[in-house]
């Protein structure tokens, strides 16, 4: 069964960037120590990046990701989706405009203008897809940025929330949860390394 995993980093103040984040500073200032775990050699924070990655059947993302990944300075032959995995699950971009143009070509992009909801149920659908020719179930991956997964949780689309807590208190920037109704989580695994403790939880 395909499942909505809500997968992102955050520092131990509750952000997923640093302050002042932008298309040419992506993470905001410090936040690029959010991420430390994606290129470490630990062999933990290695199999947790590969596993995710190859059970990714399609992705879901914001305009403002979006923008950072296909700009200049984002992802490359060498980096992109899972970090130093480069992997090419089908991406489908939350916005209210599409891009006139792209930089990433090469990689299979979908524009939704009608809502999250309908992303995730268009990502739903390819990764359902991507699962019947691998003959294996493929997740949905909520990757961000932090409104896009925060929207998601409280609009009860996720059913599993995946946080990597990185050992960095940045004191501001992009806040993952910002109120909301309360929602019940139930703790699946805890994986301690020394650039991150990853921790997964089944959202009721």
Avoid at 40 to 51: G, V
Avoid at 95 to 113: E, H, I, K, M
Avoid at 159 to 173: E, F, K, R, Y
């Amino acid at each position: 069964m395909t499942r909505i995993v809500a997968d992102i980093s955050m520092s131990l103040d509750g952000f997923v960037t640093g302050p002042d984040p932008g298309p040419d500073n992506g993470m905001g200032t410090g936040g690029d120590a959010l991420h430390a775990w994606a290129f470490s050699d630990d062999p933990d924070d290695r199999r947790i990046l590969r596993e995710a990655t190859n059970l990714s059947g399609a992705v879901v993302l914001g305009r403002r990701l979006f923008d950072v990944v296909d700009g200049p300075g984002g992802w490359n032959d060498e980096v992109g989706y899972g970090a130093g995995e480069v992997g090419k699950p089908a991406l489908v971009v939350v916005t209210s405009t599409p891009p006139p143009s792209v930089r990433l070509t090469d990689l299979d992009w979908t524009f939704v203008t009608t809502g999250l909801a309908d992303a995730v149920a268009t990502a739903r659908q390819r990764a359902e897809a991507a699962s019947a020719e691998r003959g294996a179930d493929l997740d949905v991956v909520v990757m961000g940025g932090g409104a896009t997964v925060g929207s998601a949780l409280a609009a009860g689309l996720v059913d599993t929330l995946s946080l990597h807590l990185a050992p960095v208190v940045l004191g501001a920037g992009t806040p993952l949860f910002t109120g909301g109704a309360a929602r019940s989580l139930a703790q699946r695994s805890v994986v301690a390394t020394t650039t991150a403790t990853h921790l997964i939880y089944d959202v009721h």
